[in-house]
């Protein structure tokens, strides 16, 4: 008896992903290339497995939609490449529609992380310290988040 099946195994590779991604975006403030090109053929090869033909298709479609929807905000500089990237590898897993959801619900869990950032700095500043200004917030967590939250089931917006 397997200890997981397909789906189970394929959404732990994909959190063990984003939860790498996020972490290095963290720390490095960039998302290897390496790591991406490995999501994005690893998302690939569970479509292909999960349902052939049509399987591969979704991934790429869901690769494809997590590119389109945020090159603006890139094109723009509001996002990193590694940002978009990554929702590339996340919609090479999910399929279109729930990259979809993942930027939806990662954009308000950035701006959830920004809120608290805003709010740390205003109390290091009463405390006569300063945190650094320049320091941009990691969307891959945002993102990271958001996976988790959507494949669990935990929440879905439609």
């Known amino acids: 008896m397997a200890l997981l099946d397909s789906e189970q195994l ?20 960039r998302i290897p290339n390496a790591l991406i090109l490995t999501g994005l053929l690893l998302g690939l090869a569970f479509g292909v497995q999960s349902s052939g033909l049509p399987g591969a298709a ?13 090159l603006p905000l890139f094109y723009f500089r509001v996002m990193g490449g590694g940002d978009v990237k990554l929702a590339m590898v996340c919609g090479a897993f999910t ?35 300063d945190l650094d200004d320049s320091a941009k917030i990691p969307h891959a967590v945002g993102f990271a988040v958001a996976t988790v939250i959507t494949t669990a089931g935990i929440y879905t917006i439609w």
Do not use: C, K, P, Y
């Not at 959190?15 to 991604?21: C, F, I, M, T």
């Not at 729930?98 to 700095?121: D, K, Y």
């Open 95 to 129: 399929g279109w529609e729930m990259v979809i959801q993942i930027i939806l619900i990662g954009t308000v869990v950035h701006g959830i992380i920004a809120l608290l950032w805003l709010f740390a700095r205003r109390l290091a500043r009463a405390r006569g310290r």
């Open 58 to 70: 979704l991934a790429v479609a869901g690769a494809a939609v997590g590119l389109l929807a945020l």
């Open 10 to 29: 394929a959404q732990a590779v994909l959190w063990a992903l984003v939860l790498v991604a996020a972490t290095w975006d963290v720390w490095q403030r």
